[in-house]
């Protein structure tokens, strides 16, 4: 099998269509052999043009399905206010498409061998991994895993880090990162593991959220863009929700 080398993993986007654009910008001077979209792609405010504008990226991408796509999939019964505004701007066919995304990848990369791209863990979409969680609970998530690289996201945390023989990565977040910095988040992957990030206009990307009409639009631009969420107290919130 060809080896894919490298590999864009883009994760968590919730329909910041700025911070997208700048990624992508950046990564036309990548020459990547695809790109993984690792899911929670549109649940913000610009989840219609977030959405056609990924699936209009030529080349190989493979889609990853995340847990609040589910969510955007199904308006009517979703939890989350934004994951419901959001879900009633796309059209039908567009949320078919988000329901019907897988929720694993798995790319031969070269440098580092089979590499699984799943959306929080390999099984489950919603399952709380950061960088605080004890390797033992992370060894029991892994266990019966064959691949070398899992890489995640859902938790907006980055991470790379070895679980005996696997190499746990979580690519980080570029519309909602929990990093004490704003910018977007994301990573190489091949022929090692490179973690991003990559500036904004900040202004414009503000300017976006106010006039989108989103629920707590306001509250959103004031806690993630004008300013950061701090990386240790986002990982320790994390921790203490999580199972085990």
Same mark, same amino acid.
Not at 111 to 134: K, Q
């Given at each position: *099998? ?83 505004? @959001? ?36 099984? @489950? ?13 992370? &060894? ?5 895993? @064959? ?9 907006? /945390? ?7 023989? /696997? ?8 519309? *909602? ?36 009409? *989103? ?7 004031? &806690? ?15 921790? @203490?929700?999580?199972?085990?």
């Amino acid at each position: *099998m060809f080896a894919l080398m490298p590999v864009a993993a883009l994760y968590d986007v919730h329909g910041m269509l700025v911070p997208l654009e700048a990624v992508l910008a950046a990564l036309e001077r990548e020459q990547v052999d695809a790109i993984v979209i690792g899911g929670d792609v549109v649940a913000g405010a610009q989840p219609v043009e977030t959405l056609e504008r990924l699936r209009a990226l030529p080349g190989r991408v493979h889609w990853v399905r995340g847990n609040v796509d589910r969510e955007v999939a199904a308006p009517e019964s979703a939890e989350w206010p934004v994951a419901r505004w @959001s879900g009633e701007r796309l059209n039908e066919a567009q949320r078919s498409f988000l329901a019907n995304l897988p929720e694993r990848q798995q790319l031969d990369v070269g440098g580092l061998g089979r590499v699984l791209f799943c959306h929080a863990t390999p099984r @489950s979409d919603e399952e709380i991994v950061t960088p605080l969680t004890p390797i033992e609970r992370l &060894e029991a998530i892994l266990e019966g895993v @064959s691949a070398d690289v899992v890489v995640c996201g859902h938790t907006h /945390i980055q991470d790379d880090r070895r679980v005996g023989a /696997i190499r746990w990565v979580n690519a980080g977040s570029i519309g *909602m990162p929990y990093e004490s910095e704003v910018a977007a988040f994301w990573a190489l992957i091949g022929p090692d593991v490179e973690l991003r990030r990559t500036s904004f206009d900040v202004d414009a990307a503000v300017a976006a959220v106010r006039a989108s009409g *989103m629920p707590t639009a306001e509250e959103f631009a004031s &806690e993630n863009l004008l300013a950061a969420p701090d990386r240790d107290e986002a990982a320790a919130f994390f921790e @203490s929700r999580a199972d085990g």
